[in-house]
């Protein structure tokens, strides 16, 4: 499946808020920290792919 692209808008305790970056979408989803790669922050690229994210650049 995918890809998808997202940006990590904000980080809330072990949650996520993701936005796609690919499609013209301002709904922001929740992912838990422990599915995401470690080296995330505010701002990171991610592709999300065959289940699982890797982040770009």
């Known amino acids: 499946m995918g890809p998808f692209f997202y ?8 949650y996520a808020y993701l936005v796609r ?3 013209d979408d301002s709904e922001e989803m929740i992912v838990a920290l422990a599915l ?3 080296e995330i ?3 990171t690229e991610l592709k999300w792919e065959d289940f ?3 982040v770009l650049g």
Request: proline share 5%; hydrophobic share 25%; net charge negative.
């Open 7 to 14: 940006r990590v808008e904000r980080i809330n305790g072990d």
């Open 21 to 23: 970056t690919d499609i």
């Open 36 to 38: 995401l790669p470690d």
């Open 41 to 43: 922050d505010v701002g």
């Open 52 to 54: 699982s994210y890797t």
